[in-house]
């Protein structure tokens, strides 16, 4: 299917490219950490057979600019300027800490028609990401030592183990993750402390649906239920699947059936 490609200046003049596809109600799709706007096609192929469907590139990535200094209150702004690019009522749909970063932009008042989030990598305050990782994370992209960044992100982030990141090292897979290295502070920043930030979200008026795989982490389900717990009215569901990923011919059905709920 074509895509329509386009950009929008955000509030600070950074120019966000992103790209529409299919026809129907617009469903704004927010990337999780080490991907660009192409970053989850199988899901967006589903979508499209009911849905007009947007993916941008996050500032920093892709096609987009990355004005200085960095703050979550840009990428707010970035969101906001995507979203107020269509006359007709956003849907938005974050994965990841792209969800988290979606439901920041809903408790600031991004105006949303509903809001779906796929597992937003929070953690339980026993659980937490390990002490000063934000500053660990800054001092290794600011030394050019990408490499390590990736490791510190797939180890202390992500959680995965050491095996598993070596064994990615050996694939063509590591250039790409390597090339978004200096975005990996931004997710962090996104991240703040890692606890679900209750407050904000308690603000959410948005219709929200919020879901998890059957085959992630526990930390990664308890995070699920307590954004959704923090968030007035919001739903829960869990999917089969694997870990942090549940197949888009499983997942774009659920997501469907909210979008389309008039309640």
Do not use: C
Not at 5 to 29: Q, W
Not at 149 to 169: C, D
């Amino acid at each position: 299917m074509t895509a329509m490609i386009d950009t929008v200046k955000s509030a600070d003049g950074t120019p966000i490219a992103f790209e529409r596809r299919g026809a129907g109600p617009v469903v704004v799709v927010v990337a999780g950490a080490a991907n660009d706007r192409h970053g989850d096609e199988p899901l967006v192929a589903e979508l499209t057979a009911e849905f007009s469907v947007v993916t941008y590139d996050r500032r920093g990535r892709g096609d987009s600019g990355d004005t200085a200094p960095y703050a979550v209150e840009r990428e707010i702004e970035d969101l906001a300027a995507v979203v107020a690019s269509f006359a007709e009522p956003v849907i938005v749909h974050g994965i990841s800490s792209g969800g988290a970063l979606a439901l920041l932009a809903a408790a600031s008042g991004v105006p949303m028609a509903r809001l779906s989030v796929f597992e937003p990598p929070y953690r339980a305050e026993a659980e937490e990401v390990p002490e000063g990782y934000a500053d660990e994370m800054r001092a290794l992209v600011a030394a050019d030592r990408w490499d390590e960044a990736v490791t510190l992100f797939m180890t202390a982030a992500v959680g995965s183990p050491a095996e598993a990141v070596e064994e990615a090292k050996a694939t063509p897979m590591w250039a790409e993750l390597r090339s978004f290295a200096p975005t990996l502070v931004y997710e962090a920043r996104v991240m703040g402390d890692s606890k679900v930030p209750a407050k904000r979200l308690a603000s959410i008026a948005t219709p929200v649906l919020v879901v998890n795989s059957s085959g992630s982490t526990d930390w990664l389900k308890t995070a699920a239920l307590l954004t959704t717990k923090a968030i007035p009215g919001a739903k829960h569901v869990q999917l089969d699947g694997e870990f942090h990923d549940v197949p888009a011919g499983r997942l774009a059905p659920e997501l469907g059936a909210f979008y389309r709920d008039p309640r």
